[in-house]
């Protein structure tokens, strides 16, 4: 089955059934193609693919605090009108980070630094979406132990990531969802 169909197969489904959000979640989740070939238009234009990962979704929006964005991702309807599950982003190789960082460039004029799902719990940096820390970027200094920068950014000019406060600080962000 092609995955224009099985996209055309989930709308109807959706359309037709009107399932609950957590019923679409599942669907989703299970319905990964034989080909690896994962359709992120299917929640709309502003949704891109994650190369090393073909079922990794992710779009750059602008301009929120740490805190609005983890929200916003959090609620984020696709074109169809379902709220889907998203987080802010995970990172999980060089080239994770620099095609995030490519496609942040293209997206925005306005971007040169997007957070990402990476906070500090304790003494230790963990994913908000629960994934291993397996691929570090941090530049030169950092993190720093400033108390006070407990979420990180993905700065867009060397692909290196800093730690900044949480609030009071507006930049764009990554969010992600996994089919």
Same mark, same amino acid.
């Given at each position: 089955? $092609?995955?224009?169909?099985?996209?055309? +197969?989930?709308?109807?489904?959706?359309?037709?059934?009107?399932?609950?959000?957590?019923?679409?979640?599942?669907?989703?989740?299970?319905?990964? +193609?034989?080909?690896?070939?994962? $359709?992120?238009?299917?929640?709309?234009?502003?949704?891109?693919?994650?190369?090393?990962?073909?079922?990794?979704?992710?779009?750059?929006?602008?301009? +929120?605090?740490?805190?609005?964005?983890?929200?916003?991702?959090? $609620?984020?309807?696709?074109?169809?009108?379902?709220?889907?599950?998203?987080?802010?982003? $995970?990172?999980?190789?060089?080239?994770?980070?620099?095609?995030? /960082?490519?496609?942040?460039?293209?997206?925005?004029?306005?971007?040169?630094?997007?957070?990402?799902?990476?906070?500090?719990?304790?003494?230790?940096?963990?994913?908000?979406?629960?994934?291993? +820390?397996?691929?570090?970027?941090? /530049?030169?200094?950092?993190?720093?132990?400033?108390?006070?920068?407990?979420?990180?950014?993905?700065?867009?000019?060397?692909?290196?990531?800093?730690?900044?406060?949480?609030?009071?600080?507006?930049?764009?962000?990554?969010?992600?969802?996994?089919?």
């Amino acid at each position: 089955m $092609s995955s224009k169909n099985l996209v055309f +197969l989930l709308a109807l489904f959706i359309l037709l059934l009107e399932p609950s959000f957590e019923q679409i979640k599942e669907a989703i989740q299970s319905n990964k +193609l034989d080909d690896g070939d994962c $359709s992120c238009y299917f929640f709309g234009p502003q949704w891109l693919t994650l190369s090393t990962k073909p079922c990794k979704c992710y779009y750059v929006g602008t301009q +929120l605090d740490w805190f609005e964005a983890y929200k916003n991702c959090e $609620s984020e309807d696709y074109d169809g009108g379902f709220e889907l599950y998203a987080t802010l982003i $995970s990172i999980d190789s060089a080239f994770d980070n620099q095609k995030i /960082r490519m496609s942040s460039n293209t997206t925005s004029a306005s971007c040169t630094q997007v957070f990402i799902g990476l906070t500090k719990k304790g003494n230790d940096w963990t994913w908000v979406n629960g994934e291993n +820390l397996t691929y570090t970027n941090w /530049r030169s200094g950092y993190p720093d132990n400033n108390i006070l920068n407990g979420c990180a950014l993905l700065n867009l000019s060397d692909g290196k990531w800093t730690n900044v406060p949480c609030i009071g600080l507006s930049t764009c962000y990554a969010c992600e969802t996994i089919l």
